[in-house]
Structure formats: C-alpha cells, structure tokens
C-alpha cells in the first residue's frame, strides 16, 4: 500500500466524509451577505472554525478541504487552523485551483485555471500540514455543450494538477462536474458524465497517476434543474452507479460526491441508495459544502455567539451524511 493510498482511505474510511469549506472570500461574502452577517474576515474564521471544533469533526468528517484564507488563521483558542482541524483526527485539505474562466476558443465554457506557480504553492500548503487538494473542473451541459474541447482542456488540466499534487507527497481530489443547470434529461446527463469521466482517467494514465492515490469527486446522474423529465431518487442512484461502474477503474479507492445544487436531503437521501445498491468495491461517500453547511449557517446568523447550538445543527447533518455513506439512512431520522 503506498502512502498516497494510506492518506486516502484516512480520509475516506469508517464512512467518514468530506467537509468541504472551501469557499473563496467571494463566494463566502455572497452567503455571508444573504443571511445578514458582515463578511469580515474574523466573521468567516468565526463561522469556520465553530465546525472545526464541533464533535461532528472527530465523528463524522474524515478530511477538511480548506481556502488559502483559512489554512493561514489561527483560532481564538489559539491553535491555528491546521492544528485545530487535525487534532479531531481529519486530514487537512487545501484548494489549490483560482477558478474556473472563460475557455478560449469556445466562449460560453469554462476552463478552471492555476496550473502556473502551483509546484511552489502545494510545496508551501505541504508545510501547512496540507496532505490533499481540490481542483475542479466545471462542464456545461446543453445540446451542444460540453464541447470536445472543454472535455479535453480541463482533463488535461485535472491530470497536470494531479501529477503536481502527488508528486509532492499529497492525494489529489479529480472533480469533474458536470453543472445542473439547463433542462437536459438524467439520460444526457448520464452520457456528458460518461464521457468527461471517461477522458479525465485517459489523461490521468498519460500523466501517470496512481490511481491508488486519489479521490474522484463527480457529480450525481440527476436530471437539470429546470428539467420537466424528473426522475425517481431509486434512478438516480442506479445511474449513478451504472455511469461510475462503466468509466471509473477499479484502482480508485473512493468517489466523494458533491451535492451541486441539491438540498442537503435531497444530497443525503441519494448518497444513501447510492450505498444500500452499491456491488463494486469502491467507497462510497461526500464532500459537501452546502449540504453540510446550510442549515448551520441559517441558524448560526441569528446569534452568532450560540457556539453550542450551531454545532448541535452540523453535528446532526454530519451525522445523516455519515449514515447515507452505509446505506442506514431514513427519513424518519432527519426529525430526531
């Protein structure tokens, strides 16, 4: 077992999940602004670190991916971040892309950038305590989209990113996703997957990757959201499963979802099917930002002193996420 593959199944093992806090000072503002809280940086630290210190860390959450903002701050208890992260027993995680811009040649796509200066970076973020990454590459989906040579551009990029990342002794999180946004069917969500997946592991052999030593994140099979060809959740998990079974190799030790644009039940009721049909022998479970943070974050905006009660709302969605990832979920549960 190589140390690549050690540092992934920490992260994935005992159903544990991924918490994605990751979110750039823009993107965190914009939440921020929506439930009335002044985004300063003590606001952001503040709301952060109230998760990194709740019991849902040492119970549930396996790894924690980190902006470069927070993985420089230090706690009001005076640990810095890292330290505070890793002393739950998770492995910390660092983002390492600066987003996704327009694709040149083919406009209204996207090409997720910061492949220059990314050896010195993940050589910093390795001293940090950092021992895993994120890059995402972000796909529109329409009749005509995604293009060749969006679906190229960013598996090449994935795969350059991921060869970096391992070389410095860190497990690259591969996030293809395929966005939600449009009115195409779960079928030709289930194809444009297949094919992006398919081409991302073709440059991740080029590049000669360990696939022992990474995290696929993809997006679920689900239908757009402005679809009128709803689907059943019992569909969505059997496509997913059927999309993953077909183009992932079995080297991979585990896919880590993303919720991308589901509500927090909704992202916890189909990882549950996922798992209760899952016959393969990858591991299956999340990394979720909103879906693990919203419901915390709505409540945390009428006091955002009540530490206590703050993490009481994530230590239960951590929880459901966790029991999804066994397949033990019930609705039911969600009331307790």
Same mark, same amino acid.
């Given at each position: 077992?190589?140390?690549?593959? *050690? ?58 991916? %980190?902006? +470069?903002?927070?993985? *420089? ?17 998770? #492995? %910390? ?7 996704? *811009? ?7 796509? *996207?090409?997720?950038?910061?492949? +220059? ?47 970096? #990342? ?14 939600? +946004? ?27 990757? =360990? ?39 079995? =080297?991979?030790?585990?896919?880590a979802f993303l919720s991308g644009g589901q509500t927090e039940v909704q992202a916890t009721e189909n990882l549950n099917l996922i798992n209760k049909y899952n016959d393969t022998n990858f591991i299956m479970t999340y990394s979720y930002g909103r879906a693990l943070q919203q419901s915390a974050l709505k409540f945390w905006a009428k006091d955002i002193k009540d530490i206590k009660g703050t993490q009481e709302v994530f230590n239960h969605r951590a929880n459901m996420c966790t029991l999804a990832a066994q397949g033990k979920w019930t609705r039911e549960l969600e009331d307790k």
């Amino acid at each position: 077992m190589s140390e690549l593959n *050690k540092i992934a199944l920490k992260i994935l093992s005992n159903s544990k999940g991924i918490l994605a806090a990751d979110e750039s000072t823009g993107t965190m503002t914009k939440r921020l602004e929506a439930i009335n809280v002044p985004s300063s940086s003590e606001n952001r630290l503040l709301f952060r670190e109230t998760l990194f210190s709740s019991d849902g860390m040492k119970n549930y959450i396996g790894g924690v991916i %980190l902006y +470069d903002e927070t993985i *420089k701050q230090t706690s009001s208890s005076n640990k810095t971040i890292p330290e505070l992260i890793s002393s739950s027993g998770a #492995v %910390l995680g660092i983002k390492v892309d600066i987003g996704a *811009k327009i694709l040149a040649g083919s406009p209204e796509e *996207k090409i997720t950038e910061g492949l +220059d200066g990314l050896r010195e970076r993940l050589k910093e973020y390795y001293k940090f305590g950092a021992r895993f990454t994120k890059w995402r590459g972000v796909y529109s989906i329409s009749d005509k989209y995604p293009s060749k040579l969006s679906i190229f551009s960013n598996a090449h990029a994935l795969a350059r990113y991921s060869a970096l #990342v391992q070389e410095c002794g860190m497990v690259p999180i591969v996030e293809p996703e395929i966005l939600m +946004d449009g009115s195409h069917s779960a079928e030709d969500c289930f194809e444009k997957t297949s094919e992006v997946i398919k081409k991302c592991f073709e440059e991740l052999a080029l590049h000669n990757i =360990d696939l022992t030593g990474i995290i696929l994140k993809p997006n679920m099979i689900l239908p757009g959201n402005k679809s009128d060809k709803k689907i059943s959740n019992d569909e969505v998990a059997k496509l997913t499963l059927k999309c993953l079974k077909e183009n992932v190799p079995t =080297d991979v030790p585990g896919v880590a979802f993303l919720s991308g644009g589901q509500t927090e039940v909704q992202a916890t009721e189909n990882l549950n099917l996922i798992n209760k049909y899952n016959d393969t022998n990858f591991i299956m479970t999340y990394s979720y930002g909103r879906a693990l943070q919203q419901s915390a974050l709505k409540f945390w905006a009428k006091d955002i002193k009540d530490i206590k009660g703050t993490q009481e709302v994530f230590n239960h969605r951590a929880n459901m996420c966790t029991l999804a990832a066994q397949g033990k979920w019930t609705r039911e549960l969600e009331d307790k």
